[in-house]
């Protein structure tokens, strides 16, 4: 069974930073092009990041330059750095294996306000 399980959110005011992590478990980790996407309130879900499998990454413009995906294969985990965080950051963060119609975590609310 497929098991993705978000940690790292909370509030965090604007200008702050945040470390996303995901562990994951029920299948071969280094063999899939993992994402993150979130969810703002009221929104549908937006695809933030992805890493494949040789460490290539992308980003959606939104978050480019200030955030970072990494992975650590090792110990099946997945990461999102995330820097000089807006208000419009503000959602619910869900890893995803694959992407946006993949399998997901049950999410880790960020919140960035003063």
């Known amino acids: 069974e497929v098991q993705l399980v978000e940690s790292g959110g909370g509030l965090v005011q604007p200008g702050g930073s945040l470390r996303l992590s995901c562990a994951a478990s029920?299948?071969?980790?280094?063999?899939?092009?993992m994402a993150w996407v979130r969810q703002a309130p009221g929104k549908g879900l937006e695809w933030v990041s992805t890493i494949d499998t040789s460490g290539s990454t992308s980003y959606a413009g939104s978050v480019k330059d200030r955030f970072t995906i990494s992975r650590d294969n090792a110990k099946n985990t997945l990461y999102l750095q995330m820097n000089s965080l807006k208000p419009e950051d503000t959602a619910v963060y869900f890893c995803?294996?694959?992407?946006?119609?993949?399998?997901r975590g049950q999410g880790t609310q960020v919140t960035v306000s003063s």
């Open positions: 029920g299948f071969t980790f280094r063999i899939y092009s």
């Open positions: 995803a294996r694959s992407g946006l119609g993949g399998p």
